[in-house]
Nanobody, 115 residues
Framework: QYRLEESGGGLVQPGGSLRLSCAAS????????IGWFRQAPGKEREGVSC????????NYADSVKGRFTISRDNAKKMVYLQMNNLKPEDTAIYYC????????WGQGTQVTVSS
């Protein structure tokens, strides 16, 4: 069964780093572009970054350019989001999904940036 599971979130101080992981199961990850999305309290879900099926075609939201790096390992069925120089406004629940996103969303992983 199609499943994407996020992990790696936590509480971090401003300027800190986190690496989020997205584990795929139940489908052939190699065939799909994958995106990271986030939803902050009281706001709509927004796209953060996406990566093409073979690792090219990478894009970032302007708000995270130069700080976040997306990558994938199709052999391990994993997609990652390295987040550096985190800011309080990065606080959100982070989700991974196919890109464009499918209808099914996982539980997400909470990222809180606070001193």
């Amino acid at each position: 069964q199609y499943r994407l599971e996020e992990s790696g979130g936590g509480l971090v101080q401003p300027g800190g780093s986190l690496r989020l992981s997205c584990a795929a199961s139940g489908f052939t990850l190699d065939y799909y572009a994958i995106g990271w999305f986030r939803q902050a309290p009281g706001k709509e879900r927004e796209g953060v970054s996406c990566i093409g099926s073979s690792g090219g075609d990478i894009n970032y939201a302007d708000s995270v350019k130069g700080r976040f790096t997306i990558s994938r390992d199709n052999a391990k069925k994993m997609v990652y989001l390295q987040m550096n120089n985190l800011k309080p406004e990065d606080t959100a629940i982070y989700y991974c999904n196919t890109y464009p996103p499918g209808a099914r969303w996982g539980q997400g992983t909470q990222v809180t940036v606070s001193s």
